[in-house]
């Protein structure tokens, strides 16, 4: 990747001969190059007239100075935030806080986080909702609800929300109780934009034209990010150096054009699922928050012709799923891409003991060169490439040099920005979500939702 950006895209697995006819040639990708040249341009007017607007954010960075101003408000009061949203509305802050806090964060002692405990909410499971209810119950006057819905109109977190307030005012009367609550919506329309007018909530606002997946580098995912002190300075500035290296007018050096060429390559080729396979526990999140930014902007039927395309994410987690889905992996059907995300230094590393002397199996895990725990699941993820290699399964590797706010903010940049590449290659608009409309009517139908009387079809 260009030379100011720290992630490095490693492509050799996708070129290697012992791929067989599952290799993809350079003249192969040099010849699906001028078309993703021309998308690249076109793309690039279409930014100049102020589409494709999440490419905007690091560089805008609309709505951080009234996070930084909530942050500073509402820091030291609070204990436990509590986000309520769901998909875009929540994948983001949930992938943020388990990047770059602890994966302990939430049991730490106050002085040893370095913000309130964290809880998102994205789902209306009773048993899993009222469990953290009981917990933040135990004391609402240092809790902080933050409400998230780009639409506002959203079942889910609106049915939270409801009860989430009660529980509030309840606790600590209505004047205390809304106090503690910050909405993030839209800026003018939406119910729950009335909700804040209405009531005078404080609200922070998502920027028009970013859609909830696209959503997580602005004050959805920024606000719950720097309450527990995550630096989204450095987040956005990852963000704006990948800009420069996406913005590259050749796809040939441009890693998003890369990327978006390869998998379109593959997918003719009859692969079309993609595994974005984390070697890093800390990044397992952001692969879920990927699946859903390719599977809702991608997955559609093709307006010109009718046909159903997009490609299938799975997330998978190395070194876990080598023990789950590896054999699949290997000798299951040819119709997996696979990415890597490989960690070249980790926070800490565990140096593994020499013990049992004489038990060779046991022995060689602390006399190798490579024992520490970090090393033991390099090796492992330099293994199933190898493995998936020898079964001519075509791989990238995505390295992260540390995981930090820098290298979070570049990846999130990248994936982000291979999507409307895709989406031109596809022949859709990765912008909309008609096909998950008709799931919401359906509730709103079936939960006697004025308006929906009619079965919705
Ligand atoms: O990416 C999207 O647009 C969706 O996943 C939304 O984020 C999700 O449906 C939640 O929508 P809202 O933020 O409007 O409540």
Same mark, same amino acid.
């Given at each position: 990747?260009?030379?100011?950006?720290?992630?490095?895209?490693? &492509?050799?697995?996708?070129?290697?001969?012992?791929?067989?006819?599952?290799?993809?040639?350079?003249?192969? /990708?040099n010849?699906?190059?001028?078309?993703v040249?021309?998308?690249?341009?076109?793309?690039?007017?279409?930014?100049?007239?102020?589409?494709?607007?999440?490419?905007?954010? %690091?560089?805008?960075?609309?709505?951080?100075?009234?996070?930084?101003?909530?942050?500073?408000?509402?820091? +030291?009061?609070?204990d436990?935030?509590?986000?309520?949203?769901?998909?875009?509305?929540?994948?983001?802050?949930?992938?943020?806080?388990?990047?770059?806090?602890?994966?302990?964060?939430?049991?730490?002692?106050?002085?040893?986080?370095?913000?309130?405990?964290?809880?998102?909410? #994205?789902?209306? #499971?009773?048993?899993?909702?009222?469990?953290?209810?009981?917990?933040?119950?135990?004391?609402?006057?240092r809790?902080?609800?933050?409400?998230?819905?780009?639409?506002?109109?959203?079942?889910?977190?609106?049915?939270?929300?409801?009860? =989430?307030?009660?529980? /509030?005012?309840?606790?600590?009367?209505?004047?205390?109780?809304?106090?503690?609550?910050?909405?993030?919506?839209?800026?003018?329309?939406?119910?729950?934009?009335?909700?804040?007018?209405?009531?005078?909530?404080?609200?922070?606002i998502?920027? #028009?034209?970013?859609?909830?997946?696209?959503?997580?580098?602005?004050?959805? !995912?920024?606000f719950?990010?720097?309450?527990?002190?995550?630096?989204?300075?450095?987040?956005?500035?990852?963000?704006? *150096?990948? +800009?420069a290296?996406?913005?590259?007018?050749?796809?040939?050096?441009?890693?998003?054009?890369?990327?978006?060429?390869?998998?379109?390559?593959?997918?003719?080729?009859?692969?079309?699922?993609?595994?974005?396979? %984390?070697?890093?526990?800390?990044?397992? +999140?952001?692969?879920?928050?990927?699946?859903?930014?390719?599977?809702?902007?991608?997955?559609?039927?093709?307006?010109?012709?009718?046909?159903?395309?997009?490609?299938? %994410?799975?997330? *998978?987690?190395?070194?876990? #799923?080598?023990?789950?889905?590896?054999?699949?992996?290997?000798?299951?059907?040819?119709?997996?891409?696979? &990415?890597?995300?490989?960690?070249?230094?980790?926070?800490?590393?565990?140096?593994?003991?020499?013990?049992?002397?004489?038990?060779?199996?046991?022995?060689?895990?602390?006399?190798?060169?490579?024992?520490?725990?970090?090393?033991?699941?390099?090796?492992?993820?330099?293994?199933?490439?190898?493995?998936?290699?020898?079964?001519?399964?075509?791989?990238?590797?995505?390295?992260? %040099? *540390?995981?930090?706010?820098?290298?979070?903010?570049?990846?999130?940049?990248?994936?982000?920005? =291979?999507?409307?590449?895709?989406?031109?290659?596809? !022949?859709?608009n990765?912008?909309?979500?008609?096909?998950v409309?008709?799931?919401k009517?359906?509730?709103?139908?079936?939960?006697?939702?004025?308006?929906?009387?009619?079965?919705?079809?």
């Amino acid at each position: 990747m260009a030379a100011n950006i720290q992630l490095k895209l490693d &492509t050799q697995y996708i070129h290697d001969s012992r791929l067989g006819l599952h290799r993809l040639s350079a003249e192969q /990708l040099n010849d699906v190059y001028p078309r993703v040249g021309g998308i690249l341009a076109e793309i690039a007017d279409e930014r100049r007239a102020g589409r494709h607007r999440f490419r905007e954010l %690091p560089h805008e960075r609309p709505g951080v100075e009234a996070v930084m101003q909530a942050v500073a408000d509402y820091h +030291d009061s609070t204990d436990n935030l509590l986000v309520l949203g769901i998909g875009g509305s929540a994948l983001g802050n949930i992938a943020l806080q388990s990047a770059l806090n602890p994966y302990t964060y939430n049991l730490l002692p106050r002085e040893d986080r370095r913000g309130p405990r964290l809880f998102v909410l #994205d789902n209306v #499971d009773p048993v899993y909702f009222e469990a953290v209810m009981d917990f933040v119950g135990r004391d609402w006057s240092r809790t902080l609800v933050n409400v998230i819905s780009k639409s506002g109109e959203t079942a889910e977190t609106s049915a939270q929300f409801l009860i =989430v307030r009660n529980r /509030l005012v309840e606790a600590l009367g209505k004047a205390e109780g809304e106090d503690r609550i910050v909405v993030t919506t839209d800026a003018a329309h939406g119910t729950m934009r009335k909700i804040v007018n209405e009531q005078k909530y404080r609200s922070l606002i998502v920027p #028009d034209g970013v859609g909830g997946r696209f959503s997580v580098l602005t004050p959805v !995912g920024l606000f719950s990010a720097a309450m527990c002190g995550i630096d989204v300075d450095a987040l956005l500035s990852g963000a704006a *150096a990948m +800009d420069a290296a996406v913005s590259n007018p050749d796809p040939a050096i441009n890693p998003a054009a890369k990327i978006a060429a390869i998998h379109y390559l593959y997918m003719e080729l009859g692969k079309s699922l993609h595994v974005m396979m %984390p070697y890093s526990q800390q990044l397992k +999140d952001l692969a879920d928050w990927y699946r859903q930014l390719w599977a809702e902007s991608l997955g559609k039927i093709r307006p010109d012709n009718q046909e159903n395309v997009g490609p299938t %994410p799975i997330r *998978a987690l190395g070194a876990t #799923d080598q023990h789950s889905q590896v054999q699949l992996y290997r000798e299951g059907p040819h119709d997996k891409v696979f &990415t890597f995300l490989e960690v070249e230094e980790f926070d800490v590393d565990t140096i593994i003991p020499r013990g049992f002397p004489g038990v060779e199996a046991m022995e060689y895990l602390g006399r190798s060169e490579e024992g520490t725990l970090g090393g033991l699941l390099n090796i492992e993820k330099k293994a199933t490439a190898l493995a998936l290699l020898a079964s001519q399964r075509p791989s990238m590797t995505i390295r992260f %040099p *540390a995981v930090n706010e820098r290298t979070v903010g570049e990846f999130i940049y990248l994936y982000e920005s =291979v999507i409307p590449i895709m989406g031109k290659l596809l !022949g859709v608009n990765p912008y909309d979500q008609p096909a998950v409309e008709l799931g919401k009517q359906l509730t709103f139908h079936f939960m006697g939702r004025q308006g929906y009387e009619k079965m919705p079809e």
